[in-house]
């Protein structure tokens, strides 16, 4: 409480992802009924008079329509736009403050959210997660959201998080009459494989194909496929999830803050596998790359520290395409409005694949490509150079013979390939444990880091300068191909890259347009 009996509760607002804290005043005067919500409220926030009216009567509570003064919640501070039904229950004890209808309680370490149903019960509210971390920022020491909600902020430690069920329950628990106890705090991550259709032992052949994915998972590389229709292009790709290493709790963190934000989390309290999205070529620019009305992370922010699959790469559209150069480049995505700038993660592994032409069999030795030489040329450009030049492996996709797709399959288990991608994971965590800000794998490393951490042996050294002048690269090109060489000498448990290390890491810089 403060002033002349302003009770002052405190609740949270997302902008984006990043939760801002809000501070939720009611004030009770003498005149013809009225009920005003104030503070740059959106269409739902004002609805909530509505719901929290309901909730009250039904509860058995007096509500505000009861009462003939005029009633005036205010949502500080005034300039940060409220959207969303998580003011419900804040609003609600506002009142009940106000009123004189709820014993007074320290509300000064507190923080609540949640919507409220027109019998008094709660429902679940985005971004639970987001909103738990910024109290435990701000130096809250409890939280008060609906039950629905309470495992997924339970991640957070040092805050005790109420899983509320009832407009009621709360009021009792506040007053001391029945006390809620507090949900217990998630003390790790269960491990869990990502969600496949395929596994990479499944795909016949293609074995070089296999080999480029292995070293893209261990070091978090950029592929991009190309190759003629059915050569099983978007199968590696789907099968690419299966293995991927399991996500440290600093990045599950990472990735279900984000989703939480976009409502996604469902059931699960946290996203401990690394997340594959395949939006497909006719989403919007704001689908994939985020913003909108009330801005939203998009297909690329969905896909922090796991993989966005751009099947047709070609069929998406130009704007789309070009604005994926920033998040590949920085790993985020800025999303700038007339009143506001926000910044998503992006920070994924790029999985393209593309056909060589229109008609999909250009250069194909078994059948004839019917396309012209400008429909080749006009088709192959839809990618630009800049945007290829960001992509670290680049492959052909052979067509396989049919003695091939008829030889009984190899028996092997994706768990060698999970765990030579552990392996070298786990070597580039030892490699990066200091560096600030924290980076995770090998495709992470600026150029700076690259010049203080990758070393040629004297044969490497002799190689790289013979093949630089035969064939020219960009510096991001030749930055990044040095990267890839890194992560092979990983996956050999070798300190130093090799001549054979780097010969395999410069193969992989095809130019699909040439």
């Known amino acids: 409480m403060r002033g002349k009996g302003i009770p002052k509760l405190f609740s949270a607002e997302l902008e984006g992802i990043q939760a801002n804290l809000i501070e ?50 205010n949502l500080a501070p ?4 409220k959207a969303g039904s998580r003011f419900d229950l804040p609003i609600a004890l506002a009142y009940l403050l106000a009123s004189e209808q709820l014993q007074q309680f320290e509300t000064a370490h507190a923080l609540f959210v949640g919507e409220l149903s027109l019998d008094g019960t709660l429902r679940p509210v985005n971004g639970a997660l987001n909103i ?7 130096g809250f020491k409890e939280l008060y959201l609906p039950a629905q909600n309470a495992a997924e902020a339970a991640i957070v430690p040092q805050l005790k998080i ?16 029945h006390l809620i106890p507090p949900v217990s705090h998630m003390p790790g991550l269960t491990s869990a494989l990502p969600p496949s259709l395929f596994s990479l032992s499944e795909v016949k052949g293609q074995d070089h194909a296999k080999r480029a994915l292995l070293v893209a998972a261990a070091g978090g590389h950029n592929v991009l496929m190309s190759g003629p229709p059915g050569t099983g292009k978007t199968m590696l790709a789907q099968a690419f999830a299966s293995i991927l290493p399991t996500p440290t709790l600093e990045e599950a963190i990472e990735i279900t803050e984000i989703w939480s934000a976009a409502g996604l989390t469902g059931s ?7 997340p594959f999205r395949a939006p497909h ?33 070609p069929e998406f559209h130009r704007d789309v395409l070009e604005g994926l150069r920033q998040p590949l480049e920085d790993g985020s995505i800025h999303i700038a409005r007339a009143k506001e700038a926000l910044v998503f993660p992006a920070r994924f592994t790029l999985l393209a694949s593309m056909n060589p032409c229109p008609c999909g069999y250009f250069e194909d030795p078994e059948k004839e490509c019917r396309c012209t030489a400008h429909e080749i040329f006009r088709y192959q450009k839809k990618a630009s150079g800049p945007l290829l030049d960001r992509i670290d492996i680049q492959l052909e996709i052979p067509r396989l013979s049919v003695a091939t797709l008829r030889a009984t399959p190899e028996i092997k288990n994706d768990a060698d390939f999970r ?14 444990a200091h560096t600030r800000p924290h980076i995770w794998s090998n495709s992470e490393m600026s150029s700076k880091q690259t010049d203080l951490l990758v070393v040629l042996d004297a044969p490497a050294e002799t190689f790289l300068k013979q093949a630089l002048e035969k064939a020219f690269i960009s510096p991001r090109a030749y930055y990044r191909t040095l990267k890839v060489a890194r992560t092979i000498a990983d996956l050999d448990g070798s300190e130093c890259i090799t001549k054979n290390h780097l010969a395999e890491a410069l193969q992989y810089r095809l130019k699909i347009s040439e």
């Open 24 to 73: 939720v005043e009611a004030d009770i005067n003498v005149g013809l009924h009225s009920f005003n919500i104030v503070g740059l409220a959106d269409k739902a926030v004002s609805e909530a008079k509505e719901r929290v009216n309901s909730a009250l009567k039904n509860s058995g509570i007096k509500p505000p329509t009861k009462e003939n003064r005029r009633i005036t919640i």
């Open 78 to 81: 005034a300039d940060i736009k």
């Open 132 to 138: 738990a971390l910024l109290a435990k920022r701000r």
């Open 162 to 177: 109420f899983p509320v069920t009832t407009l009621r329950e709360l009021m009792e628990h506040l007053e001391s009459i």
């Open 268 to 274: 699960t309290p946290i996203i401990a596998w690394r």
């Open 281 to 313: 070529h006719s989403a919007s620019a704001v689908a994939i790359l985020g913003g909108g009305t009330n801005p939203r992370p998009g297909e690329v922010s969905l896909a922090h520290r796991g993989v966005l699959f751009l099947d047709e790469m």
């Open 419 to 432: 765990s030579r991608v552990k392996s070298a994971r786990g070597i580039q965590h030892n490699r990066f």
